[in-house]
């Protein structure tokens, strides 16, 4: 059973704790990840500019990478999703385009992979603290990774759940977005942000590091002292402490 | 006023001054909360939205891959009921004949109703031209017409604007001071236009739904300015867009549910009329001569392309204006063009065939894909943008920089040696900057993410870079996989092989 | 004699239907394919077969149409006949001191004897004389009395069909409008009124088919909502039977 590491360039290069609480919590359920090197990048950022030539390059480091891998797991709803767009992206290319449809059917969000696949919703987490959420956006509305968080926050030891006040509106990161339409994106993690501070929440924790990496920018930038956790570093952290 | 072709500002200008904009923004934020709030409200109670909103697509896919039968149904039945067609292959063509009937009537007054084909043929301006009054008069339209200004939102045309500016313009009409209360204003505007429609030679509605069995056009309205120009002048003009038919009254049961839902929340708007024909020779009322003018307009251009023919299915309900983050930031005047919010942003291209000068308005959006969401019809917006962006990359009209730095990108992630590369690179080359594990420069790409942001520095080490050791390590301590997991991990697989697997998407 | 706006319209009517077959061609060809010359299938067809099963009892209608007709700022009377109706309008039009009342030319309303119950109102019958401004007599009642052809539970609506008899204007122009609801007319689902539309065929509809759901209104200024833009704003659904 060859169940492969995802990791995304994001956690890659800034945020390799993800990846390393993701292999820790589920290495302790007697599922070993293994790395494949080849992969580099998912091609969003290419992708959602219009420059398909350039996420084919990126693109197939991810096919070679997960060939022949049974499961893939990703700390992140839209690297995940950008796989489903690989069989449009390789539709003149047969051999690609076989891997493509092969990798769909395999490659799962990391709360995905823990609630559906292995059936875990438990992870023996105790994490006293006060918590809210915020939905990706494509993980949530795209890939339909909803009720997954909710199941495995729900059975967080001491968790204390808050709701953040229109968390289904989008942090404004968008990729390129934040960096060509910087104003308007700015205005959005604000409103974000904004919401966030409502909650008086200590931990803001999310599925997607991109949209985690925004809003923790515009948290600190206003000196806001709300720590920012992915699922799998909070989980991991509550069961380590816990 | 909107202008198909270049624009002389920028999305990103346009953006800019509506984000400074206190009011705007405020009550753009106010109108698209609410009326979100209320389809969420109204669509829960009604239930099985997402069947509803399966049929409410199937139907319109449907209509429009047999448009040709359609549509012509429509014409005959409508010509049979005695309605003059007349048909539009562009704005121009379809004001012209708009205009000539005006002529030909003698008409010296219009009375209008809602009618965004008619912004879009730019109506008013060529009927003013030729010395035509020409009177919007549903609330919001009269009001920015009075103000000079196009909509800022296709169902709510006047949010923009605050009850004191509102009284400030109305007052001008009255020619006396109007309190800048509600009631007062309303109340003034409906003795107003009463008149009007009294003394109006022709009415001109748009057309939410043409019946194609029946050859019947349908109106959706609260005010009842739209049963107003189509019940008392003796002429009445119809702009249509040429996609706007559903094959039966049966099936307007689902444009009827999903429609003032998806709108405003309303299980149905106050009035919803089906006009089948003009006037009956004894009736007493209803007009005597009936027109409706077809426009295509860019509309036949989106046939047969498989990427943008689902646009239109669109029965322009607003519900991706008001689930847009990006619309509610900036209001509907910053897209530069008739229609706005997301749906804007891919129609105005679309219909104009010119993606390349419409200056980025498809940049104007972070993909999160909450107007798909919204949609009643399932139209893929978020997808559309892209598209978008793809075909003015391949057009050349890409931005120059960017092409590079994709170039750039490309490069970086064509291996992962060079991907290694490249992180250690940046792993040296930021240590001038970093502070506190943070990075507040605001230089070059930084610039726009740093005046809002502080940026993360790169990992000390990266993932990559610690693997084999984390790696090592778990290799000690190694508790075997419990069996139950490993039987559904194989059951999924075989699962998957057999072609059962649906997961995802 | 055929006169020159009807030669103007009869030119612009050659010319509309050749440019009829260029569109459709027009259409077809972007669509890649010969014109579709006859009705195709369609796979689906009204509303999701879950929903035709809803049918709701007396009550139950009753008591959603009340609801949702008072939630939009209308008001019900429950009413046993038409003597009750006539009281009703007649009192209403004491309590709003009522100049003038237009009612549709159908024997049932005449029935009402409204004339007798208001010899000081001056009462309109649409349409029954020729040579009068109808619309203006519409204009300027205070209050218009019309009997719902349907009525629908679900959404709180009831439909008025135009004739002869039956103005368009009478349930448009007036500042009131009380509309008579036999219960018997009044069903649960907007597809059962809607149907008949299509089992009727285009030759038998009428010019105007009206659905009204509550009195007009508009919140186009700062969100705030008013009653009565140019429609009535007071309307009254009295639930007969």
Same mark, same amino acid.
């Not at chain 2, 847009?324 to 104009?352: D, E």
């Not at chain 2, 993606?355 to 949609?375: K, M, P, Q, R, T």
């Given at each position: 059973m060859k169940v492969s590491l995802f990791i995304t360039c994001l956690s890659d290069a800034i945020y390799p704790r993800v990846g390393e609480a993701m292999v820790r919590l589920l290495a302790a359920h007697g599922v070993r990840l293994d790395f494949p090197p080849v992969q580099t990048c998912c091609g969003q950022p290419s992708y959602n500019s219009g420059y398909w030539d350039e996420t084919r390059v990126a693109a197939k480091t991810i096919l070679e990478a997960f060939d022949d891998s049974d499961f893939v797991v990703c700390p992140s709803g839209s690297c995940t999703y950008m796989i489903h767009h690989y069989p449009e992206l390789f539709a003149d290319e047969p051999v690609w385009l076989e891997k493509a449809k092969r990798l769909e059917a395999k490659a799962y969000e990391f709360t995905q992979f823990l609630v559906q696949v292995l059936g875990i919703t438990d992870l023996g987490a105790h994490f006293p603290h006060k918590v809210t959420y915020h939905p990706s956006c494509h993980g949530s509305r795209l890939l339909g990774v909803k009720d997954e968080p909710m199941a495995l926050l729900s059975q967080v030891k001491g968790l204390e759940l808050v709701p953040l006040p229109f968390a289904e509106d989008c942090c404004g990161f968008g990729g390129t977005f934040a960096i060509k339409m910087s104003d308007i994106s700015g205005a959005m993690v604000t409103e974000k942000v904004d919401h966030v501070k409502e909650t008086q929440a200590e931990v803001l924790v999310g599925l997607d590091m991109a949209c985690l990496m925004n809003i923790a920018g515009n948290l600190r930038y206003r000196n806001e002292p709300v720590r920012v956790m992915h699922l799998a570093e909070l989980l991991y952290e509550g069961v380590r402490t816990g | 006023m909107s202008q198909p072709g270049v624009m002389d500002t920028t999305v990103k200008e346009r953006a800019g001054l509506a984000l400074n904009d206190d009011f705007l923004r405020k009550a753009v934020k106010f109108t698209t909360e609410r009326l979100r709030n209320g389809k969420k409200s109204a669509s829960e109670e009604h239930g099985n939205w997402d069947e509803w909103r399966e049929r409410g697509r199937q139907i319109r896919l449907h209509t429009i891959a047999y448009l040709d039968y359609y549509l012509n149904e429509f014409v005959n039945n409508a010509r049979a009921n005695g309605v003059h067609i007349h048909f539009a292959d562009t704005s121009v063509e379809a004001a012209a004949i708009a205009l000539d009937i005006a002529a030909h009537k003698q008409a010296s007054t219009v009375v209008k109703s809602k009618s965004m084909v008619s912004e879009e043929v730019h109506l008013n301006h060529v009927l003013e031209s030729a010395g035509i009054e020409a009177i919007e008069t549903d609330l919001g339209e009269y009001i920015i017409q009075l103000a000079g200004e196009a909509p800022s939102h296709i169902v709510i045309p006047a949010i923009h604007k605050n009850r004191y500016q509102i009284a400030e313009l109305l007052s001008k009409e009255a020619g006396e001071i109007l309190e800048p209360d509600t009631t007062v204003l309303a109340g003034f505007v409906r003795k107003k236009l009463r008149e009007k429609f009294l003394e109006a030679d022709i009415g001109m509605t748009g057309c939410n739904f043409a019946i194609a069995e029946t050859g019947s056009m349908v109106l959706f309205e609260n005010e009842g300015n739209a049963r107003m120009v189509s019940t008392v002048p003796k002429t009445q003009i119809t702009l249509m867009g040429m996609e706007r038919i559903i094959p039966s009254w049966t099936d307007l049961e689902v444009m009827a549910t999903l429609l003032p839902r998806s709108a405003t929340g309303q299980k149905l708007t106050m009035y919803m009329s089906g006009i089948t024909g003009p006037r009956r020779t004894a009736d007493a009322d209803g007009p005597d001569e009936m027109h409706i003018i077809i426009v295509d307009n860019g509309r036949s251009l989106q046939l047969g392309d498989p990427e943008f023919q689902e646009l239109l299915n669109c029965i322009r309900?607003? =519900?991706?204006? @008001?689930?847009?983050?990006?619309?509610?930031?900036?209001?509907?005047? =910053?897209?530069?063009?008739?229609?706005?919010?997301? &749906?804007? =942003?891919?129609?105005?291209?679309?219909?104009?065939? @010119?993606?390349?000068?419409? @200056?980025? &308005?498809?940049?104007?959006?972070?993909?999160?894909?909450?107007?798909?969401?919204?949609?009643?019809?399932?139209i893929p917006l978020h997808d559309m943008l892209v598209y978008l962006r793809r075909r003015k990359v391949e057009d050349g009209h890409g931005n120059k920089m960017e092409s590079m730095g994709m170039k750039g990108f490309a490069a970086v992630v064509s291996n992962s040696k060079r991907f290694s590369a490249a992180i250690r690179l940046g792993q040296i080359g930021q240590k001038a900057v970093v502070r506190n594990n943070g990075i507040s420069l605001k230089l070059g790409p930084l610039k726009g993410w740093n005046n809002y942001r502080v940026a993360p520095s790169l990992a000390k080490k990266s993932f990559r870079q610690q693997w084999n050791k984390l790696d090592q390590e778990l290799n000690q301590e190694q508790p075997a996989m419990n069996s139950s997991v490993r039987s559904r991990m194989e059951q999924i697989i075989r699962e998957r092989e057999e072609g059962e697997d649906k997961h995802g998407h | 004699m055929v006169t020159e706006h009807q030669q103007w319209l009869a030119q612009l009517e050659k010319k509309s239907m050749e440019k009829q077959e260029q569109f459709m061609n027009d259409i077809a060809s972007k669509l890649r394919r010969p014109r579709q010359r006859h009705a195709p299938t369609q796979p689906f067809r009204g509303a999701p077969d879950f929903w035709t099963e809803l049918e709701w009892d007396e009550e139950k209608r009753i008591q959603a149409f009340t609801d949702n007709f008072v939630s939009v700022g209308a008001h019900i009377a429950r009413v046993q006949n038409m003597e009750e109706v006539s009281q009703f309008i007649a009192n209403k039009s004491h309590e709003l001191s009522a100049k003038y009342i237009i009612r549709q030319n159908e024997q049932a309303l005449k029935d009402l004897g409204l004339e007798e119950q208001l010899p000081d109102v001056q009462i309109s019958v649409w349409n029954n004389q020729a040579d009068e401004n109808w619309r203006a007599r519409a204009a300027e009642a205070d209050i218009g009395v019309v009997m719902a052809d349907y009525a629908t539970a679900y959404t709180g609506s009831v439909t008025v069909l135009s004739s002869p008899?039956?103005?368009?204007?009478? +349930?448009? #122009?007036?500042?009131? !409008?009380?509309?008579?609801?036999?219960?018997?007319? #009044?069903?649960?689902? #907007?597809?059962?009124? !809607? /149907?008949?539309?299509?089992?009727?065929?285009?030759? /038998?509809?009428?010019?105007?088919? %009206?659905?009204?759901?509550?009195?007009?209104? +508009?919140?186009?200024?700062? /969100?705030?909502?008013?009653?009565?833009? %140019?429609?009535?704003?007071i309307v009254y659904g009295l639930i007969m039977g």
């Open positions: - | 309900c607003g =519900a991706c204006l @008001n689930a847009c983050p990006v619309y509610r930031h900036i209001g509907g005047h =910053a897209y530069g063009g008739t229609y706005s919010g997301p &749906i804007g =942003a891919v129609l105005t291209p679309a219909l104009n065939g @010119n993606i390349d000068e419409w @200056n980025d &308005i498809a940049g104007a959006s972070s993909l999160c894909g909450a107007c798909y969401e919204a949609c009643p019809v399932k | 008899e039956k103005g368009r204007s009478v +349930s448009l #122009l007036p500042t009131v !409008l009380i509309i008579i609801i036999p219960v018997d007319r #009044l069903y649960t689902r #907007l597809g059962e009124t !809607l /149907n008949r539309f299509d089992e009727a065929g285009r030759e /038998n509809l009428p010019a105007g088919i %009206h659905f009204i759901s509550g009195p007009s209104r +508009s919140s186009d200024i700062e /969100n705030d909502l008013t009653i009565g833009v %140019h429609g009535p704003g």
